[in-house]
């Protein structure tokens, strides 16, 4: 900016006034945000306001939460600090868990069939005979699998499999032996059980254990990562007597039919009705049957005979032996998953809503489908006002995915760095932009935090050995002036920024040329410099971080002292 560039002037020119922003730096103080359904930066003015309702999708618990969860649940928690700490909006926040999910399904039987087998002990031989066994139909998954990724990380499962084999047919036998290969077969093996167990399970316990758990764990992360808590909570389980009324609506309005006991959303029939459109989000991916079919879920691979079109979508499936159920006027089944934020969101947030966030990989099918669902089920062209969408996170430029088996868990990255310099990062990225996880980003990270503390330290510093009472009140000289007029227009570059779709990159980089600035007052003051000065840039500058969530306590000046216990400990101890 020329206004911070022209900050560093005053060092040489001392005799100088404050410099205007001109014309071509004034901004409108008016919040855009960037709404995926448009596809550019619009004013935001809620339905109600003060009030925003905003309903975010969380977690499908299966597994435990990754820094992709990270990436979507820090930028959201971020967003509504902005709104509510910063612009004053009293924001009324919904988020979602997936429990009843294919993945949650696929998951707890495959974990429950094969601590059974491994209880029993199998000798080394009957390991090797079943291994085999397990091996013929994973590799055929690993030649038919479309995404080259994906198809690596299958290849290299049988590899590895294979590798362990060989060791063990030339080295002697032993119980060591009987674990490694458990091991190294674990994904081939417990697939093979479950096509050969799974629908004979009858104890549906195991999935809700399963979820539990890592709902559990899921709160703990957000915990450690200083991420507020929702104001409401909600889970499938709890919803499914609202998720039938919803689908018995959206079937008496003619956008719906049963099908051997289960129930698809008519798309053509959707998209022929005057009022509606189909994929607002994405309506290039119409017909990408892949992303659909990922979207239906692996156990729903045999539901395409049922449908009337391929893009047609379940929104109550059938379930089959081995499977949770719930009672339906259609038969005993269990919600599809696009239907269940649609109902989620609209029992408590009302038919319409401000906004809608979730990660980018949700665009489409399931973001469409919701809209789809649910201009369906109360005969309107507008459901939510806003999509917004984080960005994706990679690994060192590389994509990150549970399903290729090459995820950091958010507990692995707390190991490594703080939550505060995990959200500093994050704060150096555009919320809506890919986000590499590299070495690279976090030095970044780390030298804001260690420029930022600095910078308090020495303003706390000055404080403790400013004079007392009014011979603490200095006249402000030439650079004084200057420098707080340098303080005026951080405030306003800042609040620019946030204004333009919240862009925290540029105003973290507004706060370090503030920080930049003051340090060259300090570095160039001969005489007594104005700790009161120091300490109103210093209570600005804590105060944003503190909007960011970067501070989480109520310090007037810096970051937070070292406690004995962090909150990661805490975090953990409730497990």
């Given at each position: ?5 022209a ?7 001392p ?19 960037y709404?995926?359904?448009t596809r550019?930066?619009e ?14 999708c969380?977690p499908?618990v299966?597994d435990?939460?990754h820094?992709?969860?990270a990436r979507s649940?820090?930028t959201f ?6 709104l509510?700490d ?13 429990d009843?999910d294919?993945k949650?399904?696929r998951?707890?039987?495959r974990?429950?069939?094969?601590e059974n087998?491994t209880s ?5 031989s009957?390991?090797?005979?079943d ?11 690993a030649?038919?699998?479309?995404d080259?990724?994906?198809q690596?990380?299958l290849q ?5 499999v294979r590798?362990t ?6 080295e002697e036998q032993?119980?060591?032996?009987v674990?490694?290969l458990?091991s190294?077969?674990?994904d081939?093996?417990?697939d093979w ?9 009858t104890?549906?316990?195991?999935f809700?254990s399963l979820?539990?758990?890592?709902e559990?764990?899921?709160?703990c992360?957000?915990e ?5 808590p ?5 889970r499938?389980s ?6 039938v009324d919803?689908?018995?609506?959206i079937v ?5 039919y049963e099908s ?10 959707f998209?022929s009705a ?14 990408n ?5 990922e979207g239906?879920?692996?156990?729903s691979?045999g539901?395409q005979a049922?449908k009337?079109?391929p893009?047609?979508?379940?929104l109550?499936k059938a ?5 949770p159920?719930w009672?339906?006027?259609w038969g005993?089944g269990?919600p599809g998953w696009h239907i269940e934020?649609s109902?989620?969101?609209?029992d408590?947030?009302?038919?319409k809503?401000d906004?809608h966030t979730?990660?980018?990989?949700l665009?489409?099918?399931?973001h469409?489908?919701?809209i789809?669902q649910?201009?369906?089920?109360y005969g ?6 806003f999509f917004l969408?984080?960005?994706h996170?990679?690994i060192?430029?590389?994509k990150?995915?549970k399903?290729?088996?090459?995820f950091?868990t958010?507990k ?5 760095h ?16 890919t986000?590499d996880y590299?070495?690279?980003?976090m ?8 420029m930022f503390?600095e910078?308090?330290l020495t ?21 004084e002036k200057?420098?707080l007029c340098?303080?005026t227009e951080a405030r306003?570059?800042?609040h620019a920024?946030?204004?333009d779709?919240?862009d925290?990159p540029q105003a973290?980089?507004?706060m370090?040329?503030l920080v ?8 160039e003051?001969?005489?007594q410099?104005?700790?009161r000065?120091?300490h109103s840039i210093?209570s ?8 960011f969530?970067?501070i989480s306590?109520s ?12 909150s990661?400990?805490m975090c953990f101890s409730?497990?």
């Amino acid at each position: 900016m020329r206004a911070c560039r022209a900050a560093l002037l005053f060092i040489s020119r001392p005799t100088s006034l404050c410099v205007r922003m001109d014309s071509s730096n004034a901004q409108s103080s008016e919040l855009k945000l960037y709404n995926s359904l448009t596809r550019q930066k619009e004013s935001f003015v809620p339905l109600a306001p003060p009030t925003v309702t905003w309903y975010s999708c969380g977690p499908t618990v299966y597994d435990a939460a990754h820094m992709g969860h990270a990436r979507s649940y820090i930028t959201f928690d971020i967003l509504r600090r902005v709104l509510s700490d910063y612009f004053g909006y009293h924001v009324n926040y919904v988020m979602n868990i997936t429990d009843i999910d294919d993945k949650i399904i696929r998951r707890a039987r495959r974990n429950h069939l094969l601590e059974n087998y491994t209880s029993d002990e199998p000798s080394l031989s009957s390991l090797v005979t079943d291994v085999n066994a397990a091996l013929k139909p994973f590799t055929e998954k690993a030649r038919r699998e479309s995404d080259p990724d994906k198809q690596k990380m299958l290849q290299g499962v049988v590899e590895k499999v294979r590798t362990t084999l060989q060791e063990i047919a030339t080295e002697e036998q032993s119980k060591n032996s009987v674990a490694s290969l458990l091991s190294a077969a674990a994904d081939p093996l417990s697939d093979w059980l479950d096509s050969r167990l799974g629908p004979h399970i009858t104890d549906k316990s195991i999935f809700a254990s399963l979820t539990q758990r890592f709902e559990q764990e899921f709160h703990c992360d957000m915990e450690a990562l200083n991420v507020l808590p929702a104001d409401v909570l909600t889970r499938v389980s709890e919803y499914v007597p609202e998720v039938v009324d919803y689908i018995q609506e959206i079937v008496a309005k003619g956008f719906a039919y049963e099908s051997n006991g289960s129930v698809y959303f008519d798309v053509v029939k959707f998209s022929s009705a005057p009022d509606h459109t189909y994929a607002k989000l994405v309506p290039e991916a119409v017909g990408n049957l892949t992303a659909l079919a990922e979207g239906e879920g692996e156990l729903s691979a045999g539901g395409q005979a049922e449908k009337r079109a391929p893009n047609d979508f379940a929104l109550w499936k059938a379930s089959k032996a081995g499977e949770p159920e719930w009672p339906s006027p259609w038969g005993q089944g269990r919600p599809g998953w696009h239907i269940e934020c649609s109902v989620m969101a609209c029992d408590i947030l009302g038919e319409k809503a401000d906004i809608h966030t979730g990660g980018v990989d949700l665009k489409f099918p399931h973001h469409d489908n919701e809209i789809a669902q649910a201009e369906a089920r109360y005969g309107s062209d507008q459901w939510m006002s806003f999509f917004l969408h984080s960005g994706h996170l990679t690994i060192a430029g590389c994509k990150m995915s549970k399903s290729l088996k090459n995820f950091i868990t958010i507990k692995q990255a707390l190991e490594k760095h703080s939550a505060r310099q995990l959200r500093l990062a994050f704060l150096l990225h555009s919320w809506s932009a890919t986000l590499d996880y590299s070495q690279a980003t976090m030095r970044e990270a780390q030298y804001y935090e260690k420029m930022f503390n600095e910078f308090f330290l020495t303003v706390k510093d000055l404080l403790r050995k400013q004079p007392k009472g009014v011979d603490s009140y200095l006249k402000f000289s030439d650079r004084e002036k200057q420098l707080l007029c340098r303080l005026t227009e951080a405030r306003a570059a800042v609040h620019a920024a946030l204004c333009d779709s919240v862009d925290t990159p540029q105003a973290m980089r507004v706060m370090k040329e503030l920080v930049n600035t003051s340090n060259i007052y300090l570095s160039e003051q001969s005489g007594q410099a104005n700790a009161r000065l120091l300490h109103s840039i210093a209570s600005y500058l804590t105060a944003m971080l503190r909007v960011f969530g970067v501070i989480s306590d109520s310090s007037p000046v810096g970051f937070p002292l070292a406690t004995t216990q962090s909150s990661e400990n805490m975090c953990f101890s409730c497990l």
